[in-house]
């Protein structure tokens, strides 16, 4: 099986720099996935790593070091609306289907 | 609007009755995938299916849970004689490999009474 954590909330100030991480443990990693999830809605997908590396789409950049088992997702300027639950996926073991793990819960305050 | 839809968004039921999901995958998609998230908990792999086919149905009970997803029409995620246990979002994903990018839908919640 997969084992995958992530913190479980985080506050951070508007304009601010938030970095929320993920480790995972896992054979045949496949590549790692970030969502975004607002209460009550959809995930919808930030990014995806399969190779080492920062990947960087906007104010949202993500990290990945395989050998380490460590992913994290960095949000700059940070706004009001990036208030949400921000979800962590590792697909691995030749399997097509993503592992979630719990999500962490961001909370932008003014 | 090419994304996912699924409907109904919310569904009530009582003990015993029901439910239907439906869903049906961006265009140009024909994997399918249903999760299901509890409140607080990550969301769950339940079955993959591609038209016609169930591919991985591991994360489905065994009973009482069925899935399709016929080669006209949405995919059907269906909950026969529902409990309590069952009220959680039903999420549906699709993608256009099995290898590219899942693009969820705005979910079912389902509310057993």
């Known amino acids: 099986g997969q084992n995958i954590d992530q913190p479980t909330e985080m506050t951070a100030t508007e304009g601010a720099i938030v970095q929320i991480n993920c480790t995972y443990q896992?054979?045949?990693?496949?590549?790692l996935f970030w969502y975004q999830q607002h209460a009550g809605e959809a995930p919808t997908f930030l990014s995806y790593?399969?190779?080492?590396g920062l990947e960087e789409k906007g104010r949202f950049s993500s990290f990945l070091s395989r050998s380490k088992g460590y992913s994290y997702l960095l949000l700059k300027e940070l706004q009001m609306k990036d208030s949400a639950s921000y979800l962590c996926a590792v697909k691995a073991g030749g399997s097509y289907i993503p592992t979630f793990g719990r999500g962490t819960s961001l909370i932008v305050h003014p | 609007n090419a994304g996912v839809m699924q409907n109904p968004r919310h569904l009530v039921r009582r003990r015993g009755q029901e439910a239907r999901l439906r869903c049906s995958p961006m265009k140009g998609h024909s994997h399918v995938y249903w999760y299901r998230q509890l409140p607080e908990e990550g969301l769950k792999f339940m079955v993959y299916?591609?038209?016609?086919?169930?591919?991985?149905e591991s994360g489905m009970p065994k009973e009482r849970f069925s899935a399709e997803f016929p080669k006209e029409g949405p995919s059907i995620l269906r909950i026969q004689q529902v409990v309590r246990g069952d009220s959680a979002a039903y999420f549906c994903?699709?993608?256009?490999?099995?290898?590219?990018?899942?693009?969820f839908g705005p979910g079912t919640r389902l509310l057993v009474l």
């Open positions: 299916l591609q038209k016609e086919n169930i591919i991985d």
């Open positions: 790593n399969v190779l080492d």
């Open positions: 994903a699709s993608s256009s490999t099995e290898l590219e990018t899942q693009y």
């Open positions: 896992t054979s045949g990693f496949n590549g």
